[in-house]
C-alpha cells in the first residue's frame, strides 16, 4: 500500500492559437504546479476498485476509472488494484485536478504492477485521455503546446506565493475553448522573458505580462471572476490572472501574511495560500 499526490497547476499565460482539424485548439501555455493536491491511495487487490469522495460522478466520467481501465488494457491480463481518491482541488476549476488524478493513477499503477513502463510511454498513454494529462507525469514547470500534450519542461522554476480564489462555479473546458474569440493577429509571447520575469519576481512587469485568452469569454458568462479579480488587487495582490479555462483566479503576493489576510476577505469564495513548486516531490 503507497500513496502518491496529484498536485494542482496554474497557467501563468494561455494562449489560443487556433482550432485544430481534430475538434481541439492549438494551444502554447506555461504551466506550473502548486503545493495544493488530491491524494490516492493504491494497494493490491483481486478486481480493479474505485473509490472516491466524489459523490454520483459516473464511471465514464472519472479519470481515475478511466486512467486504470486504459492501464489494465495496455498491460494485459486480469490485474487488480484497489484505488482510493480523496479530493482537495476543487471540480472543474481550471486548475487540472482530473488530469493530474489520471497521470497519478497511470504511475501508480504503473510502481504497483512493476510495469516499468517509462515515462514516455506513460506520458503517450495519458495524452489519449486529456491534453493536460502528459504535463503531470514528472513535469513541475513547463511550456505545453500542440492541444496541451507536446511538453517541455524548464529549468529554475521559481517558488512564488500565490492566493487561489475560486468562486464555486463549475467551467466547462469544452465550452471555454468554443465560446473563445480567436484573433486574426497574435504577439507571440517572449517565453524566455517570461521565465525571466518570474525568476526575478518582477511582479510589476508581470502584471504585464498575464495573459489568458479564455478569460474574456469566460467573464463574460461569469462576472464574478472579474470582480475577484479587482477585489485581490485591492487587497494586495501585485498580479492576477484565472487560470486555464476557469474558474479559479490567483493572485501573486508578496509574502505570506498579505496573503492570508486577503483570504479572510474574499468571502463565501473557496480560498488557498499556496506555493509554486519547484520540482516534483518525491513520493
Known amino acids: 500500500m503507497f500513496q502518491l499526490k496529484a498536485f494542482a497547476k496554474i497557467n501563468w499565460f494561455l494562449s ?13 501555455t506555461l504551466m506550473q504546479c502548486v503545493d495544493l493536491c488530491d491524494t490516492l491511495l493504491f494497494e493490491n487487490s483481486d478486481a480493479l476498485e474505485i473509490h472516491s469522495d466524489i459523490p454520483d460522478l459516473p464511471p465514464e ?4 476509472f478511466r486512467a486504470a481501465s486504459l492501464m489494465r488494457d495496455r498491460v494485459g491480463g486480469r490485474r487488480g488494484a484497489k484505488i482510493v481518491l480523496t479530493k482537495d482541488i476543487p471540480l472543474a476549476s481550471g486548475m487540472g485536478g482530473g488530469s493530474s488524478d489520471a497521470a497519478a493513477t497511470l504511475v501508480g499503477l504503473d510502481r504497483l504492477w512493476g510495469t516499468n513502463l517509462g515515462t514516455d510511454r506513460l506520458m503517450e498513454m495519458g495524452a489519449t485521455l486529456g491534453s493536460d494529462v502528459p504535463f503531470f507525469i514528472g513535469n513541475a514547470y513547463a511550456v505545453a503546446e500542440g492541444r496541451g500534450e507536446r511538453i517541455s519542461p524548464l529549468p529554475e522554476a521559481p517558488e512564488l506565493l500565490l492566493l487561489l480564489v475560486n468562486p464555486r462555479i463549475s467551467v466547462s473546458s469544452a465550452w471555454a475553448y468554443s465560446a473563445c474569440q480567436i484573433g486574426l493577429t497574435k504577439k507571440p509571447v517572449d517565453i524566455k522573458l517570461f521565465c525571466q520575469t518570474l525568476a526575478r ?13 479564455l478569460e474574456s469569454a469566460v467573464v463574460d458568462a461569469y462576472p464574478e471572476i472579474n470582480r475577484i479579480k479587482e477585489r485581490l488587487c485591492q487587497l494586495g495582490a501585485s498580479a492576477t490572472a484565472m487560470s486555464g479555462s476557469g474558474s479559479t483566479v490567483f493572485g501573486v503576493f508578496r509574502s505570506d501574511e ?11 469564495n473557496w480560498c488557498r495560500v499556496v506555493r509554486t513548486l519547484t520540482h516534483v516531490p518525491e513520493p
Open 61 to 64: 466520467k472519472n479519470l481515475v
Open 258 to 268: 498579505e496573503a492570508r489576510c486577503a483570504s479572510g476577505q474574499m468571502g463565501a
Open 16 to 28: 489560443v492559437l487556433g482550432k485544430r482539424g481534430d475538434g481541439y485548439h492549438d494551444i502554447f
Open 201 to 213: 519576481k518582477d511582479f510589476i512587469t508581470l502584471s504585464t505580462m498575464l495573459a489568458n485568452d
